[in-house]
């Protein structure tokens, strides 16, 4: 079963457009959810968080979004530059004061074109 | 301030070989997960350990994988006599603990032929 969901693959945007890439979730235990960023060959890299006592976190180009009603996150990149170019995974977990553990989504691959 | 090490980066192991990974936290953290990454696929949690104790191993397969965090040295995966389907990116992530933002290392990359 698919907890947390991405449900596309890629994502392809031009350099300077704003990058929306999508995430659901079907577990409401969720309480705490990130975005990590990977490059081929790389561990993932944390890329900005969000807590669900708030329903937007802003950190410059990278805004995430949290709609806790429909289960749903989204992380805007604006402007996209091409070193953006990334698979983007969406991350979630339950933060219970025991194991802290994420449960990933599959990921995105977003190229932004020069 | 180093990050995360994982070694070794790539391990290719025969069928029914010992496959052993390397993981050392960054300084200060006393948290270390182990995720594997099958190809087109999310990571998937496998075990939660801190210092000599192992907290969740619920994502850990029942046979042949078992993992450990002496109170001094890295953390090590160890997978007995691999099969094909173990082939995987293995990543290590380690926290302070209570904090969510865990850094990952760069994985090991294990090929089993």
């Known amino acids: 079963d698919q907890q947390v969901k991405q449900n596309s693959p890629s994502l392809s945007v031009q350099e300077g457009r704003i990058s929306i890439l999508n995430c659901d979730y079907t577990?409401?235990?969720?309480?705490?959810f990130l975005w990590y960023k990977k490059y081929p060959a790389e561990g993932p890299t944390f890329l900005i968080s969000?807590?669900?006592?708030?329903d937007k976190n802003e950190d410059g180009r990278f805004t995430v979004f949290l709609n806790k009603s429909a289960k749903h996150l989204s992380l805007h990149i604006v402007p996209s530059q091409p070193g953006d170019s990334a698979v983007y995974f969406c991350?979630?977990?339950?933060?219970?004061?025991?194991?802290?553990?994420?449960?990933f989504g599959k990921g995105t691959k977003l190229t932004v074109n020069p | 301030n180093a990050g995360v090490m994982q070694n070794p980066r790539h391990l290719v192991r025969r069928r029914g070989q010992e496959a052993r990974l390397r993981c050392s936290p960054m300084?200060?953290?006393?948290?270390v997960y182990w995720y594997r990454q099958l190809p087109e696929e999310g990571l998937k949690f496998m075990v939660y350990?801190?210092?000599?104790?192992?907290?969740?191993e619920s994502g850990m397969p029942k046979e042949r994988f078992s993992a450990e965090f002496p109170k001094e040295g890295p953390s090590i995966l160890r997978i007995q006599q691999v099969v094909r389907g173990d082939s995987a990116a293995y990543f290590c992530?380690?926290?302070?603990?209570?904090?969510?933002?865990?850094?990952f290392g760069q994985g090991t990359r294990l090929t089993v032929v």
């Open positions: 969000i807590s669900s006592i708030k």
């Open positions: 300084k200060g953290h006393s948290h």
């Open positions: 992530a380690s926290e302070i603990g209570g904090v969510t933002e865990a850094f």
């Open positions: 577990n409401s235990m969720f309480d705490y």
């Open positions: 350990l801190q210092k000599e104790n192992i907290i969740d």
């Open positions: 991350a979630a977990s339950v933060s219970r004061g025991g194991s802290e553990k994420l449960v």
